[in-house]
């Protein structure tokens, strides 16, 4: 179990420290162009993903700091009954690190540190973390677990 703990923990480690790295270098709102379909900005989102309910007056905070926390404990006990499945456990570490990073910027900041944006031209993807990151790759992970038992 110390092992997938450690994963969720290095997951907090790494989005945290990202997210310090462009809060200090980047002014918030702004951007540096790294190539015609990246910028590093510095986005601070108070809504759900893609920003949803961002322009409300602020009772989402309580509600996602809630949820985050109630999910984080259940995925704690999923993660304790899969801890002998590698794939399962890998899974849920990277989504548990992931909601735990985010939800450690909702208590500190009241909103969430977005740093990620990729666009072509003036279509663009909103802008995401590691934390966003780590939470679609432990999905995907999940998906294709489920696919690999229902072959079996």
């Not at 905070?61 to 801890?83: D, G, K, M, P, T």
């Amino acid at each position: 179990m110390l092992k997938w703990i450690a994963l969720a923990l290095a997951v907090i480690g790494v989005d945290q420290y990202t997210k310090a790295l462009v809060t200090s270098h980047i002014p918030l709102g702004s951007g540096i162009v790294l190539t015609p379909f990246f910028t590093l900005v510095d986005i601070h989102n108070s809504g759900a993903a893609f920003s949803l309910f961002a322009s409300e007056p602020g009772w989402q905070r309580v509600l996602f700091i809630v949820v985050a926390s109630i999910a984080s404990a259940i995925l704690l006990f999923l993660l304790h009954r899969a801890r002998s499945k590698p794939l399962m456990a890998t899974a849920l570490s990277l989504i548990l690190g992931g909601a735990l990073g985010n939800l450690l910027d909702r208590i500190r900041l009241g909103e969430v540190v977005d740093f990620l944006y990729f666009h072509w031209g003036s279509l663009g993807w909103p802008a995401f973390n590691a934390a966003d990151s780590a939470i679609t790759v432990g999905a995907a992970l999940l998906v294709w677990d489920s696919l690999r038992s229902k072959r079996r």
